[in-house]
Structures are given as C-alpha cells and as structure tokens.
C-alpha cells in the first residue's frame, strides 16, 4: 500500500506570496491532518480534514487554510507569506478516528525569503 | 505548563545499552499516546501506540503508560547506532489533533 505523498517536497517562496501544498493520503484513509514544524516551536498541529469538512483547528492565523476533495486528497494554502511561515509541513493520514493511527508523508519544506 | 513534556536532552548511550525516555502530560482527558521516531531531515515515524495502562512490548521497544501519573514512557533495549534520532511523544485529545512533546535527541555510541 503506498504511503502518504506531499508535494511539491521543497519550495521557495518570498514575503507576501501565496503557497499551495498538496497531500495525498493513504488508499481508504479520509483524515487527513496538517502540522507545522519548526526549530523553534516544534511540531504544531494545523488542522484536520475529513470527509471534506474540517473537523479540528489549531491555534493558527487565518492565512492558513485548507481543503480535503471528494478523493479525500487535502490542500493547504498559506496567503501572504512571512518569514517566519518556514518550516517543513508535514500532512498525516488515519483511517477511522479513534481506533487508528497517524501516518506521516515525508513533507514540504518551505523557505520563505 | 506545556501539554507535553520530555526529559531533556540530548542523551547519549552506547551500544548496546538500555535507552530510557520520558513523557509527562498534563490534560488527563488525553487517551491515546504515541512516539515517533525523527531522523534529521525526515518526517516522524511512528514507532509505538499505547492506549492502556501498562507496558507493550514491540521487538527492542517497550512502552509504558501510566495514566495515574500521567506519564509514558519508552524503553529501546540493545540500542543500536541507528536508533540515533529524535524521539517525539505525543498525546491525542480530541478528534485527530496530536500534541506533540519538544523532542529528545538520542545518540548511541559504537
């Protein structure tokens, strides 16, 4: 069964751009959750998705949104980006909350100039 | 009070030996508690899920949970040098939100 995929897995962005990441889950898995991580926080959560609503929020600003589709692959997008907007995104899949895990995909770093 | 809690790192174990990592939370509603392996560069990898009080056991890994105290631990015996990473213990609440802890480093000598 293949794993989580993100892309892209790097990107390079400047101040006030917006980004777009993508994530596709693991076959049959319908959450899908976001994190932020970086050195100086560590690993936040973002948000989760599933069935194409979003069930959990964390303790972000507006800029940073997202979407799951019918095929249960999720988008995250971050507006007017800040230099302190890089990290490396992280997206985990589970099939049915509560009684399954957290798979992580390998990522997107993103460096905002 | 952070939600999360590890023991300070980094440590440092050599081969061979038994590694001993800590994770207190403070949220007692928490019921399920994970760790996660993290080499430098990579994504987290889980390596244990614990769900009852208690020790699991998997391979050279043993988790231990006690909700009384509100404390999980993990144990990697005959540590190798490739267990060299970042251990990261997290919580789950609600829904599908972890809650991660800062992170131990763990370095095991040759």
């Known amino acids: 069964k293949a794993g989580v995929t993100q892309t892209p897995r790097y990107l390079i962005k400047t101040r006030g751009q917006q980004v777009t990441l993508s994530c596709s889950p693991i076959s049959g898995h319908r959450s899908v959750s976001w994190y932020q991580q970086t050195p100086g926080q560590g690993l936040q959560f973002l948000f989760e998705y599933f069935s194409e609503t979003q069930r959990n929020k964390g303790n972000f600003p507006g800029r940073f949104s997202g979407r799951q589709f019918s095929n249960s692959r999720s988008e995250m997008n971050v507006s007017t980006l800040e230099l302190g907007d890089s990290a490396l995104y992280l997206c985990?899949?589970?099939?049915?909350?509560?009684?399954?895990?957290?798979?992580f995909g390998p990522g997107t770093r993103l460096t905002v100039l | 009070q952070k939600e999360v809690e590890q023991n300070s790192g980094p440590l440092s174990v050599p081969e061979g030996a038994i590694a001993s990592l800590n994770c207190t939370y403070s949220d007692r509603v928490s019921q399920s508690f994970f760790w996660y392996r993290q080499y430098s560069g990579k994504s987290p990898e889980l390596i244990m899920s614990?769900?009852?009080?208690g020790d699991k056991e998997d391979g050279r890994f043993t988790a231990q949970l006690n909700k009384a105290s509100q404390y999980v631990s993990l144990l990697i015996r005959d540590s190798q040098p490739s267990d060299s990473a970042t251990y990261l213990c997290?919580?789950?609440?609600?829904?599908?939100?972890?809650?991660f802890g800062e992170g131990t480093q763990l370095t095991v000598n040759p």
């Open positions: 614990i769900y009852s009080n």
């Open positions: 997290a919580s789950e609440t609600s829904g599908s939100r972890l809650t």
């Open positions: 985990a899949s589970r099939g049915l909350a509560g009684i399954d895990t957290q798979y």
